[in-house]
């Protein structure tokens, strides 16, 4: 047993931890510019970064963490520091920034925000991509890695900023989430080996062709009924399995539905299956569609009103579902504000959130605003793959997905369109196929409750 996971043979455990042996030695012995990791949506990511992290400071010196938000800085130096409470680790800080509690607990943390400030240079170095762009190398001591954590979603032209800092780089990241995006238009630059805007993973093994790419197998989050149905849309290249059983994640609603009100029912269709779509009538509607707002906050109310019990891996005698572990999830900040809106004050804890911020979390349970609801279109934004993508995978039991009838129709009459432009890859699944395959599963008498 490793960590309380059967490490025999043949098990996910055994698989996921032969992948991750795979990695570091890949690290320790290639000669190229780096090492590729691809990884499905809760395979262990953020794991793979503190062990790599801390087997390269311990092995080939200095090293530096490269992540794209502050938040995601924040949780990689706390889960840094708690598993290796002997390893200095320096948190370089935005300007006035200060070290949140969760990290300024850990006496191996010295946060500042310049790198002289950390006094003698850390094993482990840990900031954004756009504070490593201000930061210049102590002269002499070169650091000979970087790890670049979700680097599908950092863009090219980041990196280009921070790439004279290191000499190697292990980037880890999710190839079906959101692709990294701008406000200005891009085409001038389509084709392009150096376009700004594509993700740094892709511009990377555009000039390093033979890089090795590896790829983490299981998913510790997605239950088994969610695993499937995801990898079909959206990972149909590189297959993955869920690292836990139907029997391993259990949901319960102790208190009865009240009478056939379709909120109720779409909610029991969850809990037995792992999915649950809740169709409105099919109608145009405008952006912010209240009654998809308002069917949305009724579930998170009778999620905690039914007592929802969930039963899983870290909690196999079931755990009382909180509104901390609920997400929402929506297209649009307009409809994030419609939906906290019609929140009650117990239901304050609730995230309620777009895609983009939704991104790299996990929650028990989430309720999806489907991004092709009530329109009368199905422009790229909307049918974009990692949004879809991002919406579905933040579970880990159950997901219920609130819609107007009509989307499939929409989508036979929006067949995908994107420009094919020369030199560049076609992503693939693209939007029109994930979402079709989605709406083809869910539109099933096991999942559907019509309202």
């Known amino acids: 047993m ?3 996971r059967d490490m025999t043979a043949d098990t996910p455990a055994a698989r996921a931890d032969a992948a991750v042996a795979r990695v570091l030695h890949d690290v320790d012995h290639t000669t190229g510019r780096g090492v590729v990791v691809d990884s499905p949506p809760g395979a262990g990511k953020s794991t793979l ?26 949780d990689l130096v706390d889960r840094l520091a708690t598993r290796h409470p002997r390893l200095r680790v320096g948190r370089l800080l935005k300007s006035g920034g200060t070290l949140p509690g969760r990290v300024r607990r850990h006496g191996n943390v010295t946060g500042a925000e310049k790198l002289s400030d950390l006094g003698t240079l850390p094993p482990v170095v840990v900031t954004t991509a756009a504070k490593w762009a201000f930061v210049k190398a102590p002269e002499g001591t ?35 989430q959101l692709d990294p995006f701008a406000t200005v238009e891009t085409e ?25 790419t590896r790829r983490l197998p299981v998913s510790w989050r997605l239950p088994a009924t969610a695993a499937g149905l995801v990898g079909r849309a959206f990972y149909p290249f590189t297959p993955f399995t869920p690292g836990t059983s139907s029997a391993d994640r259990r949901v319960r609603l102790p208190v009865p539905a009240l009478g056939a ?8 269709r969850a809990a037995a299956t792992g999915w649950g ?45 909180t509104p901390e572990r609920i997400a929402i999830g929506v297209t649009h900040n307009d409809q994030a504000d419609a939906v906290r809106a019609r929140l009650s004050p117990e239901l304050a804890g609730v995230t309620v959130d777009t895609a983009n911020k939704l991104q790299g979390r996990e929650f028990d349970v989430t309720l999806v605003w489907h991004p092709l ?25 159950a997901c219920v997905v609130v819609a107007r009838d009509g989307i499939r129709s929409l989508l036979d009459r929006h067949p995908s369109s994107q420009p094919l432009h020369l030199d560049v890859p076609p992503k693939f699944p693209d939007g029109w ?7 083809e599963h869910l539109d099933r008498p096991d999942f559907l409750v019509g309202a």
Request: overall charge neutral; some cysteine; hydrophobic content about 45%.
């Open 188 to 212: 001038r630059w389509a084709g392009l080996t150096w376009d700004p805007l594509r993700n740094a993973v892709d511009v990377t093994l555009a000039h390093n062709p033979r890089m090795p």
């Open 142 to 176: 070169p650091w000979g890695w970087a790890i670049v954590d979700e680097a599908y979603q950092m863009r090219s032209d980041a990196l280009l900023r921070c790439a004279g800092l290191f000499e190697r780089a292990l980037f880890v990241g999710d190839p079906g």
């Open 2 to 4: 490793t960590g309380g």
């Open 261 to 268: 009100d379709p909120v109720d029912r779409v909610l029991d």
């Open 49 to 74: 970064v503190v062990r790599a992290a801390a087997h390269l400071a311990e092995g080939q010196g200095p090293v530096m963490v490269v992540a794209q938000t502050n938040e995601q800085v924040d």
């Open 373 to 397: 609801s009530g329109r009368a279109d199905a422009s790229a934004f909307h049918l974009e793959t990692g949004r879809l993508c991002v919406l579905l995978s933040r579970h880990r039991h």
């Open 433 to 439: 196929r994930a979402h079709q395959t989605i709406m």
């Open 277 to 321: 779509y809740l169709r409105l009538p099919a109608r145009h509607s405008l952006r912010v569609d209240g009654e998809v707002a308002a069917a949305l906050a009724t579930a998170a109310g009778r999620l905690l009103a039914r007592g929802t019990i969930t039963h899983c891996d870290q909690a196999p005698e079931g755990r009382e579902l």
